[in-house]
């Protein structure tokens, strides 16, 4: 077998490793979108449905929903990077299927009342706001370094003509 082969198929492989990371983390991502926006939809349906609950009493869970994103949005990148991403968003994802479960247990046992949609709405919320703060798709293949990132424009120097 030629030197050339040997790094021909080195390539392919890493390439095929490449995407399939990709697509497992667009999998991953699609699927926990997508239970957001039916958590979004589900917690107040649920508090008409179950608690029979007002107006204001709805605006209230789905206000406890972004009062994370007013609070933490802007220092959320910050605070996270130092994180690793992946136990972040794993940490997250856990902590968002904890709250949700939570619904149906208590209603199960008849205990489910308007202060636990709140929490829960305030803990997805949370949740949210620190999976998305540490979003970077080039962190996800780990044999590239920072030369292969786009270099950016560091503000601090002045421009010469």
């Keep these: ?15 095929g490793d490449r995407a399939g ?7 991953a991502s699609t699927v926990s979108g997508l ?4 958590t979004v939809v589900a917690l107040p349906l649920i508090a008409v449905v179950t608690l029979h609950a007002s107006a204001i009493q709805v605006g209230l869970i789905t206000a406890a929903a972004y009062v994370a994103w007013l609070l933490l949005g802007l220092p959320a990148g910050v605070l996270i990077q130092r ?11 856990l902590l968002r299927g904890a709250a949700v479960a939570s619904v149906p247990l208590a209603a199960a046992l008849g205990v489910l009342g308007l202060a636990q949609l709140i929490v829960v709405a305030l803990l997805v919320g949370l949740a949210n706001v620190l999976r998305r703060g540490q979003l970077n798709l080039p962190a996800l293949d780990r044999r590239q370094g920072a030369a292969h990132l786009p270099q950016q424009p560091d503000l601090r120097q002045r421009r010469r003509n």
């Design 21 to 27: 990371v990709f697509w497992r983390y667009w999998t």
């Design 35 to 38: 239970g957001d926006q039916v």
């Design 83 to 93: 994180l690793p991403l992946r136990g972040v968003q794993v940490t997250m994802d």
């Design 1 to 15: 077998m030629s030197t050339q082969t040997v790094d021909t198929a080195a390539a392919e492989a890493v390439r």
